[in-house]
């Protein structure tokens, strides 16, 4: 076992506060990261507030992890010493399930292992990426390609991934319409994939407040969802929407904004069921549909498609000991458009 320093939260909805825990000693198959960078996603704040239900404490939150291999072991032969990558939402699964072998483990039938608040095959819990190392299974570690900064890179191991899949998914590319619900952390990764993808791209914000950033990171229209003209003016329009909202949606309402066979992907977990009157599905053929991040083979296609387009995340990159306050930063839409804490801080 080796002892690294970490940020925890020790208790439900407590603030987090450095600590010490362990790391696993390296094993066949097992590579050491030293972390260089650990983004802030709102899952962890839903976690460590509880809110989407019992958890397990003291919580090392971070699953968008960036760093470089120091140590591999004897049977490791995907990654050396050296190597710049990256671990996301899962660190493990089963392996052995019809969605395992398709490669998108993150729906594992048989029980996959998340990066933190889960626990690992060994029965012990899982700790995330706000620590100085970890040590995680090969075959569920990340190579960052030359080109992309670690720090801009990290929040594309969730950020990233979670837009990149349901893009590729519903065909956003060229001649699509694409409407991208919520500017955070996901909703600035989606609105620079699916330009990237080739789609006109249109943001539905609760604001204009962060118009000229939405245009900048791609956006070829931008409207405010606060505003009723929108949903107007909008009727019928997309082929897709993405909806990153943390909070719980209207969507009936954006149901409507969709065209005939149109599919709205809701990515956003908020804490609260939302309701639903199912006329708007069934007028215009509609589909409402959801995605969990991405498979293992599909992170590392969309880390290889931003390397190729040039595409990071917009950071602000913080020191450890300012987490709590970016925590309430994020619950008051205050970010642009992730915070990555530097791990050299904690
Ligand atoms: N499906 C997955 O695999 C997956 C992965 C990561 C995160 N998530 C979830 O996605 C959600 C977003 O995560 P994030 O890290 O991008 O959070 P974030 O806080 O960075 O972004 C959420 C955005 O939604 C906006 N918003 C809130 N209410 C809105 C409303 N009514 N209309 C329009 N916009 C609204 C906020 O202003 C903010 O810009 C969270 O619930 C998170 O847990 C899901
Ligand atoms: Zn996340």
New binding site residues.
């Given amino acids: 076992m080796t002892t690294v320093a970490a940020y925890a939260a020790p208790a439900a909805k407590a603030p987090l506060e450095r600590t010490t825990i362990e790391r696993r000693e390296v094993r066949e198959h097992d590579v050491l990261i030293d972390i260089k960078f650990a983004g802030i996603?709102?899952?962890d704040?839903?976690q460590v507030q509880e809110g989407w239900g019992e958890a397990i404490f003291p919580m090392v939150p971070g699953h968008e992890i960036a760093g470089v291999v120091s140590e591999v072991g004897p049977g490791v032969t995907k990654f050396a010493v050296g190597d710049r990558v990256g671990v996301g939402?899962m660190v493990d699964s089963c392996r052995e399930c019809e969605n395992c072998k398709a490669g998108r483990e993150?729906y594992c039938t048989g029980g996959n292992v998340m990066t933190y608040n889960g626990i690992g095959k060994d029965g012990e819990p899982t700790y995330g990426g706000y620590s100085e190392k970890v040590v995680v299974d090969e075959n569920f570690v990340l190579g960052i390609p030359e080109g992309i900064s670690l720090d801009e890179a990290a929040p594309l191991l969730?950020?990233g991934i979670?837009t990149y899949s349901p893009l590729r998914r519903w065909n956003a590319g060229p001649g699509k319409k694409v409407a991208v619900?919520?500017?955070?952390?996901?909703?600035h990764m989606a609105v620079k994939l699916a330009h990237a993808l080739g789609a006109e791209v249109t943001v539905?914000?609760?604001s204009l407040r962060k118009k000229d950033d939405g245009l900048k990171l791609g956006a070829d229209h931008y409207y405010a969802?606060s505003d009723p003209a929108t949903f107007e003016e909008l009727a019928g329009s997309f082929d897709l929407i993405v909806s990153?909202?943390?909070?719980p949606?209207d969507l009936g309402a954006y149901l409507g904004l969709l065209k005939t066979e149109g599919t709205l992907a809701?990515?956003?977990?908020?804490e609260e069921p939302v309701s639903l009157n199912l006329f708007a599905l069934l007028g215009g053929g509609k589909s409402l549909s959801?995605?969990?991040?991405g498979g293992i083979a599909e992170t590392q296609e969309m880390l290889d498609f931003c390397a190729e387009h040039g595409i990071g995340a917009e950071i602000e990159l913080i020191a450890a000991s300012e987490v709590n306050e970016a925590y309430e930063r994020?619950?008051a839409?205050d970010?642009r458009?992730?915070f990555v804490i530097d791990t050299a801080t904690i």
């Fill in positions: 996603c709102h899952s704040i839903h939402c993150q969730c950020a979670t619900v919520g500017l955070g952390g996901l909703g539905l914000s609760q969802t990153t909202v943390s909070a949606l809701n990515v956003g977990a908020p959801g995605s969990m991040i994020v619950q839409s970010v458009y992730r």
